[in-house]
Nanobody, 122 residues
Framework: QVQLVESGGGLVQAGGSLRLSCAASGRTFSSYAMAWFRQAPGKEREFVGHITWSGSSTYYADSVKGRFTISRDNTKNTINLQMYSLKPEDTAVYYC???????????????WGQGTQVTVSS
């Protein structure tokens, strides 16, 4: 069982930066692949990026590649999403998720946080 809590969301101007964090409980955190998803009003939940169990490899959606960076610290049971050059279209609720498979579909992730709102103004 893994419980996830996101933090760090807020309002930022276009071109700005924001850092989201996800704190996980449970001693098996390092055995889970972790991902970030986002969901804008009226849209489906969208894959942002994921990171391997060890943190050695990451993969990003084309829409955020080069602007977002995921990192994890298994000693602190946390993952982070550093976001640069934010755009109004990045506005969404951002969720972290944990799963046993390194995939881009939300259906295969077992645990989810409650989400944190990111709003980018133009």
């Amino acid at each position: 069982q893994v419980q996830l809590v996101e933090s760090g969301g807020g309002l930022v101007q276009a071109g700005g930066s924001l850092r989201l964090s996800c704190a996980a409980s449970g001693r098996t955190f390092s055995s889970y692949a972790m991902a970030w998803f986002r969901q804008a009003p009226g849209k489906e939940r969208e894959f942002v990026g994921h990171i391997t169990w060890s943190g050695s490899s990451t993969y990003y959606a084309d829409s955020v590649k080069g602007r977002f960076t995921i990192s994890r610290d298994n000693t602190k049971n946390t993952i982070n999403l550093q976001m640069y050059s934010l755009k109004p279209e990045d506005t969404a609720v951002y969720y972290c998720a944990a799963g046993k498979l390194l995939v881009t579909t939300p259906l295969r992730y077992d645990y989810w946080g409650q989400g944190t709102q990111v709003t980018v103004s133009s």
